[in-house]
């Protein structure tokens, strides 16, 4: 056994068992990397893949506990060159973030700013996903850290902060009904509402509230997007429900918000992370950073 048939391993995972491009990605021939394959089944005396023919189908039971210790060995050769890279206080590299849209606009701005400041010499990458995603951009080492409200508390691999708690609110036209008197989820419920795509964005809290309080939930339009959202309110199609965090004053001044915090439980945004990541200086700085951000940003 030898860290090059670790490596084929964990590339094979990655390319969905192709062997063709997990060989092509290894700068071998497909027949080398086979071979390479079968010496190391060879060596542990039972397969670690189901096959038909040749091909590759996916893994024995034996091979998903396999793939769990290359995963941690892959890890523990990337923290080897972060920790080396942190020794030398090395402030050349990059910090990756997989977030949604919501927090990459109306959080991260400041921290971001913040670390630019003092590591100027970090390039920062930032992919925007649903939160299922994020999650496989951290197992797949696309992304350092995951920042979203939903989902991160599912998976038991990561390490998952709170960073802030926020609500949501309503968003109007001026001259519509509800821009005026108590708001209830009975009068909410009798307009078509235009909030999050599902797993976006505490939409779970916005379905809860209206199951609990036995009223239908009428949505006409789902997006990703508080931007997109607000626009199609604009258009009259119905009534927003976003993130209150996400309505800016300067630019939405055309849209009534209407306080959503006694209707809806509040939503916590959190951070995540694997629990075996070494986390470098400069990573621990922008953790801290969106932590030190939660006070402000509750006041918004």
């Given at each position: 056994?030898?860290?090059?048939?670790?490596?084929?391993?964990r590339?094979?995972?990655?390319?969905?068992?192709?062997?063709?491009k997990a060989?092509?990605?290894?700068n071998?021939?497909?027949?080398?990397?086979?071979r390479?394959?079968?010496?190391?089944?060879?060596?542990?005396?039972?397969?670690?893949?189901e096959?038909?023919?040749?091909?590759?189908?996916?893994?024995?039971?034996?091979?998903?506990?396999?793939m769990?210790?290359?995963?941690?060995?892959n890890q523990?050769k990337k923290?080897?060159?972060?920790?080396?890279?942190?020794?030398?206080?090395?402030?050349?590299?990059?910090l990756?973030?997989?977030t949604?849209?919501?927090?990459?606009?109306?959080l991260?701005?400041?921290?971001?700013?913040?670390?630019?400041?003092?590591?100027?010499?970090?390039?920062?990458?930032?992919?925007?996903?649903?939160?299922?995603?994020?999650?496989?951009?951290?197992?797949?080492?696309?992304?350092?850290?995951?920042?979203?409200t939903?989902?991160?508390?599912?998976?038991?691999?990561?390490?998952?902060?709170?960073?802030?708690?926020?609500?949501?609110?309503?968003?109007?036209p001026?001259?519509?009904?509800?821009?005026?008197?108590?708001?209830?989820?009975?009068?909410?419920?009798?307009?078509?509402?235009?909030?999050?795509?599902?797993?976006?964005?505490?939409r779970?809290?916005?379905?809860?509230?209206?199951?609990?309080?036995?009223?239908?939930?009428?949505?006409?339009?789902?997006?990703a997007?508080?931007?997109?959202?607000?626009?199609?309110?604009?258009?009259?199609?119905?009534?927003?429900?976003?993130?209150?965090?996400?309505?800016?004053?300067?630019?939405?001044?055309?849209?009534?918000?209407?306080?959503?915090s006694h209707?809806?439980?509040?939503?916590?945004?959190k951070?995540?992370?694997?629990?075996?990541?070494?986390?470098?200086?400069?990573?621990k700085?922008?953790?801290?950073?969106?932590?030190?951000?939660?006070g402000?940003?509750?006041q918004?």
């Amino acid at each position: 056994m030898n860290l090059n048939q670790i490596e084929l391993l964990r590339i094979l995972q990655e390319t969905n068992f192709n062997q063709s491009k997990a060989a092509e990605k290894l700068n071998v021939v497909q027949s080398a990397a086979s071979r390479q394959l079968q010496l190391f089944e060879e060596e542990l005396g039972s397969p670690i893949f189901e096959r038909h023919g040749k091909k590759l189908l996916g893994l024995t039971p034996l091979g998903e506990r396999v793939m769990e210790q290359v995963e941690r060995i892959n890890q523990a050769k990337k923290n080897i060159h972060a920790i080396a890279d942190d020794f030398r206080d090395n402030r050349n590299g990059s910090l990756h973030i997989a977030t949604t849209h919501t927090q990459a606009k109306y959080l991260l701005p400041t921290p971001v700013q913040k670390f630019r400041e003092k590591y100027p010499g970090i390039t920062i990458y930032m992919v925007q996903s649903s939160p299922d995603d994020l999650i496989q951009h951290l197992h797949h080492h696309r992304a350092d850290i995951a920042i979203c409200t939903e989902k991160l508390d599912e998976d038991e691999k990561l390490v998952v902060k709170p960073c802030y708690e926020w609500q949501h609110i309503a968003v109007v036209p001026r001259h519509h009904p509800l821009a005026q008197g108590d708001i209830t989820l009975g009068r909410l419920a009798s307009f078509p509402i235009l909030t999050y795509s599902p797993g976006f964005t505490g939409r779970s809290n916005i379905e809860k509230a209206f199951k609990n309080a036995g009223k239908e939930l009428d949505i006409t339009l789902a997006a990703a997007d508080s931007d997109i959202i607000k626009t199609y309110v604009r258009l009259g199609l119905g009534v927003g429900i976003i993130a209150g965090t996400s309505y800016e004053p300067g630019n939405d001044n055309d849209l009534v918000a209407l306080d959503l915090s006694h209707l809806i439980p509040r939503s916590v945004t959190k951070i995540a992370y694997l629990k075996h990541l070494y986390l470098p200086s400069y990573l621990k700085y922008f953790i801290s950073e969106l932590l030190s951000r939660s006070g402000s940003v509750q006041q918004r």
